[in-house]
């Protein structure tokens, strides 16, 4: 069997193009215009590169961006500052404090007001995903996107059995929960999981959210199951521009010839993650 290949780039432009409109439509109908403001501590260049991608994301859907950039010798408490002037600026309706932060991350995370926590990293928005009957404002944006390529490439997440790979606070423990909140049987794994292939087998959906280069065999993967790899990891290759691929933690040629769907790397998860922020700040700004 070949897998069809879920196209995530196509996915996320086709929710680009469904946020611009939506936030065209905001502009003419109630003149708000959705901000969104970035803030940036210190000097990682992989942290530069992601901001600078939201903001011209946002720029193409016509969204509003305020941005912040911080020495990383900044006193925790001028940050802290920072975001709760920003949580008090009615033009301002997501704030995303870019991770990591030079310092302990909670007290700002959680400076952030809810209703701006278009991140959706704020530990009430990730405790009202797992109580029974409650809705966060926001859920965070990666595992957002897992669920959006679920269901828009015709996966039924109701009633199947999950398997989650990883149990981060950003990736694997969210996923598992929205897969709860949408009626699935899910199991989580990680590094002290026993048999973890043999659970592998069992899923109907797998999602592998680990760091671990092509962890995920074929032979793991059940026959016309669901594959969302999340993973992104550089490798050698000397074939490579740079000597470098960026792999999942799948192993796609494997995987692609036993799975009903599945995402590649790059291409499946990674282009979800800007476009499910623009769709929390056009939110925000319409609940506004
Ligand atoms: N937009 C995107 O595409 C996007 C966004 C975020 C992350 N990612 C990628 O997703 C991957 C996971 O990110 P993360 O932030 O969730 O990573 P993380 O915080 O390092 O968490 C990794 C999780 O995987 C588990 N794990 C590690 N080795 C394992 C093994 N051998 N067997 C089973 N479980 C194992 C860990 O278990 P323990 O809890 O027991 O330690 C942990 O729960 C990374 O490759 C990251 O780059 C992609």
Not at 45 to 69: D, L, N, Q, T
Not at 178 to 204: F, G, Q
Request: some cysteine; overall charge positive.
């Amino acid at each position: 069997m070949s897998a069809k290949i879920i196209d995530g780039k196509a996915i996320a432009n086709d929710i680009r193009a469904e946020v611009a409109r939506g936030v065209e439509k905001l502009k003419r109908e109630r003149g708000v215009t959705p901000g969104l403001a970035t803030v940036l501590v210190g000097d990682n260049p992989a942290s530069h590169k992601y901001v600078s991608m939201k903001r011209k994301a946002c720029a193409e859907a016509g969204i509003e961006s305020y941005h912040y950039e911080l020495p990383k010798t900044v006193a925790p408490e001028e940050v802290l500052a920072l975001v709760r002037k920003l949580g008090a600026d009615r033009g301002v309706h997501g704030i995303l404090v870019q991770l990591p932060l030079p310092f302990d991350d909670r007290p700002v995370l959680e400076a952030v007001p809810l209703s701006k926590d278009v991140d959706g990293f704020h530990p009430l928005n990730i405790g009202a995903l797992a109580m029974k009957g409650r809705e966060p404002d926001f859920a965070p944006c990666t595992p957002a996107g897992v669920i959006e390529l679920l269901d828009r490439s015709g996966t039924r997440i109701a009633g199947a059995d999950a398997v989650v790979l990883g149990r981060s606070n950003i990736v694997g423990m969210p996923v598992a929960l929205l897969l709860v909140a949408r009626d699935a049987t899910v199991t989580v794994c990680h590094s002290k999981t026993r048999s973890i292939e043999e659970v592998c087998r069992r899923a109907d959906i797998l999602v592998a959210a680990i760091g671990r280069a092509r962890f995920v065999k074929g032979s793991w993967v059940k026959p016309g199951a669901t594959v969302i790899d999340v993973g992104t990891n550089m490798i050698e290759d000397p074939k490579a521009t740079g000597g470098k691929r960026l792999v999942g933690d799948v192993d796609f040629e494997a995987a692609s010839q036993v799975a009903g769907r599945i995402t590649p790397v790059p291409g499946g998860v990674g282009p979800m993650t800007i476009a499910m922020l623009l769709r929390n700040t056009l939110r925000s700004a319409e609940r506004s």
